[in-house]
Every structure is written in structure tokens, then in C-alpha cells.
């Protein structure tokens, strides 16, 4: 049985093989497997938790190149669906010299937009026990319909549901278009994992609290807001902290937050009851720092997503401010 399904985009990112250029200065770009949803489910893999990943590639090389990619990482592929409706998703992205990122996209629509609800697998979302998805698959028709149904079908199965809102704007016809789906996803969620960012994005203020105030829906079980190198902080309806993230040389922030995602759920799923016990909680989080701190000490997303032993001997060796 699969423990965790990840819905979503899979696509494509080309990084420039020089930093601190943007997209029309940069010379040469090289080729990565990307998507948030995709990212999330390797890191799982990775954390020890066995995933699958459900959505659609085009066929062809960018497709296949994708499906390779988490299957060498023991990703279960067989609700991974090819389509010659439309292309495999391609990014474009550069960090500019100013630390601001450029993103361009290929494919209106990608063939991840054209999944739709009889393509979403019924049994394995039945035998899943946590069902993960972000806010992109909800940006475009067939896929938002998709990705609520397979929610509803997990609800009704009785998996957790996590969700990323991971604003894109460039995915939305406009902010007023993005605001209404995000809310969307956080309507169908138990877990829900938002960046200072986007807490202010869709709130206009960037306390941690007013995620309780203003975005907790009846499903709500859980807010983790991530700020950083500064850490995360964990809402429930009992109780609110933050747990500080560990000091490392940063070398690359792609992917950190997916990776964060990634060990949030493996320790919300080792230790179901943390969500009802503060201690429990802190211990969570603190694990799903040092998987996200130790993404960026290399190049890429998926590339440096440690392995559960990486992040056990890195909390054994470096001490955060709780531990003082």
C-alpha cells in the first residue's frame, strides 16, 4: 500500500547554469524534474515514507525524462498517466542578481492541467493513508475539478488531506482568480502548509495568527506558516508555537519548501497525534526544518533531498535554539 499520493504538476525546470542572471542575460540552461507535487513525493520516498505520485506528462522525452526521474527514486508511477493532448509542462527559471526569481512557462495547457476526474484512480486513493496536493493543479479546468474530486474521494476514504497554496500568479487569469481557488483548496484540507507570502497574499497581514483568524475552515486541523530561515510556526485550535530553524550556508533555496512539506507529513504521519500534543508537535516541525535547511546546501530541488539518515545525523550534530 501506498502511504502518501501526490496530485499534481509535473514539469520541467531549465536553471540557468549561471547564478545572478536573469532569463534574457542567461547563455545556457540546465535540464531538472520539477513540480511541487512532484518534489513532495520524492522527499517522502527519500524520508522513508512509500508515495506515488497521480497526474499527467505529455509523451514525449520531457514526459518520459519525468516519469524516469521518480521511478529511480522509487516513486510509484502507475497513476501517472501519459497524454497526447497537450505537452509536458516546461519552466524556465533564474535567479537574478537582485534575489528575485524569473519564471516563464510552456504549455496553455500542459498536459498536468488536462487531468481530469475519471483519470483520478479511485482505489489508490482508497488505500492511501494522506492524499498531498498544491494550488497550481487547481488554476485551470479539467484539473480543478480533478483535484477537488480526488480531495472528496479522500475525505471519504478517511486519508489526511494536505495542501500547498504555492502562489504562482503567472498560472491565474488574475489575483482575484488565485485568492478564489487557493480558498478552494483550503476548503477540502487537514493540513495546511503556507509561507509568509502567501499568508499576506491572501490576508493583506503576515501574523501567524491571522491564519486561525482568517483562513481556518471546519476541516482544519492544522497551519504550519514557513518563514524561513527563521523557521516555522505551528497553529492548531488548541494551541500555537514556532520552532526555530537550524543555521546552514545556503547555497539554493529551490525546492526548501517542498522539502519542509515533505518532512512535515513523514513525521505527521509517524506521529499522528501531534497535531493534539504541543511537545509532539515541536519535535515535527524541528525534523521538517532540517530536511527543508538541508535542501538548500545544494544545487536543485529533488537533486538535494536528503534521506532520513542525512537528517537524523544532521539534528545529531547541530543544535537549534530549543535545544539550548
Not at 529511480?72 to 505537452?87: Q, Y
Not at 479511485?122 to 480543478?144: D, N, Q, V, W, Y
Not at 518532512?263 to 501531534?274: E, F, I, M, N, V
Request: a negative charge; charged letters at 25%.
Amino acid at each position: 500500500m501506498t502511504d502518501a499520493i501526490c496530485l499534481g504538476e509535473l514539469l520541467v525546470d531549465f536553471v540557468p547554469t549561471e547564478t545572478g542572471k536573469d532569463l534574457i542575460e542567461a547563455s545556457a540552461f540546465k535540464k531538472a524534474a520539477g513540480g511541487a507535487p512532484a518534489n513532495v513525493a520524492v522527499g517522502l520516498k527519500r524520508l522513508g515514507v512509500s508515495s506515488g505520485f497521480m497526474g499527467k506528462v505529455g509523451v514525449d522525452p520531457f514526459g518520459r525524462f519525468l516519469a524516469r526521474t521518480l521511478e529511480a527514486d522509487g516513486v510509484d508511477t502507475s497513476t501517472l498517466l501519459p497524454t497526447r493532448d497537450a505537452p509536458t509542462a516546461l519552466a524556465f527559471v533564474a535567479l537574478r542578481a537582485d534575489g528575485d526569481r524569473d519564471f516563464f512557462f510552456f504549455g496553455n495547457p500542459s498536459a498536468d492541467k488536462t487531468l481530469s476526474p475519471a483519470d483520478v484512480d479511485l482505489s489508490a486513493i482508497g488505500r492511501c493513508k494522506l492524499l498531498h496536493f498544491g494550488s497550481i493543479s487547481l488554476s485551470m479546468e479539467p484539473a480543478r475539478a480533478a483535484t477537488l474530486y480526488a480531495a472528496d474521494a479522500a475525505r471519504e476514504a478517511g486519508a489526511m488531506i494536505s495542501y500547498d497554496p504555492n502562489l504562482r500568479l503567472a498560472f491565474w487569469n488574475d489575483a482575484d482568480a488565485a485568492r478564489e481557488g487557493i480558498e478552494a483548496g483550503l476548503a477540502k484540507a487537514d493540513i495546511v502548509k503556507i509561507s509568509e507570502d502567501e499568508l499576506f497574499f491572501l490576508t493583506g497581514a503576515s501574523e501567524p495568527g491571522r491564519a486561525r483568524d482568517r483562513l481556518w475552515t471546519e476541516r482544519t486541523k492544522l497551519m504550519i506558516v514557513t518563514a524561513g530561515g527563521k523557521g516555522s510556526i505551528y497553529i492548531t485550535s488548541d494551541f500555537m508555537g514556532s520552532v526555530p530553524s537550524v543555521k546552514v550556508k545556503a547555497v539554493d533555496a529551490t525546492g526548501a519548501g517542498d522539502a519542509f512539506t515533505a518532512g512535515l507529513l513523514a513525521g505527521l504521519l509517524s506521529q499522528p497525534k501531534a497535531i493534539g500534543n504541543e511537545p509532539m508537535m515541536k519535535e515535527v516541525c524541528r525534523f521538517a526544518n532540517a530536511v527543508g535547511a538541508l535542501t538548500t546546501t545544494a544545487r536543485g530541488a529533488i537533486p538535494s533531498l536528503p534521506t532520513r539518515q542525512q537528517v537524523e545525523e544532521f539534528l545529531a550534530t547541530h543544535r537549534s535554539p530549543m535545544d539550548a
